[in-house]
Each structure stands twice: as C-alpha cells, then as structure tokens.
C-alpha cells in the first residue's frame, strides 16, 4: 500500500553535512503531517523535525539552526537538510508521515514510518 523510504545517510565528520531524504510511494493520495525523528543507541526515539502540509514547520531545540525539513507534494518526498553535525547527532533517522491513500475503493488515512537509514558523526 504505502511504503516510506529514507536514504542519504552515512558516515561524515563533524562539522560536515548530509541531505536526507523521505520518498513516498503507493496508492498516494496525499502526505498530510511529515516529520523526521532519530533513535540514538540506548535512548528513546525523538522528533527533530516536522512540516505540515502547508509548510509550517517545528524543530527540536537541539537542532535549531543546522537542520531544515522541506517537502515536495508533488513528488512525495520529506527531506531533511543536516549541517555542522556533531557527534552527538549519531543515530538512526526515521520518516513518519501521516498519509491518506487509496485502498479497495475508499480513502484512507494513517500513520506510516520508514525503516531509517544511519547517520553517524565522527569527532
């Protein structure tokens, strides 16, 4: 039905950047709410960005100022723009969106996430 997948991730020092990307694909109707959130080893799961259909955009305190989250509706894609990383941005980077799709006649909407992809940051 609805599948997200994330690339762009590696292996980069710090001080460096990445560009993540969220592609969306099945029966899409629409991308409602997007965001990324990262896992680091040991920790909960976090948001650290978030766009809304429209554009609005929301950020986490820790990344305010290196990371940017945009969106392309027509192409179906959430990316996230990563700059003067630090170690401590080492994690996995997961895509979450809120789709509505279309499925045996009707409309639906639901959450979905990506598999992540890893991100780390040399000192």
């Known amino acids: 039905q609805v599948q997200l997948v994330e690339s762009g991730g590696g292996l980069v020092q710090a001080g460096g950047s990445l560009r993540l990307s969220c592609a969306a694909s099945g029966s899409i109707f629409a991308i409602n709410d997007a965001g990324w959130h990262r896992q680091a080893p040991g920790k909960q799961r976090e948001l650290v960005a978030r766009?809304?259909?429209?554009?609005?955009?929301n950020y986490a305190d820790s990344v305010k100022g290196r990371f940017t989250i945009s969106r392309d509706n027509a192409k179906n894609t959430v990316d996230l723009q990563i700059s003067n990383l630090k170690p401590e941005d080492t994690a996995v980077y997961y895509c979450?969106?809120?789709?509505?799709?279309?499925?045996?006649?009707?409309?639906?909407?639901?959450?979905?996430w990506g598999q992540g992809t890893q991100v780390t940051v040399s000192s």
């Open positions: 979450n969106a809120d789709v509505t799709y279309y499925d045996s006649r009707v409309y639906r909407t639901s959450e979905h």
């Open positions: 766009i809304s259909r429209g554009g609005s955009r």
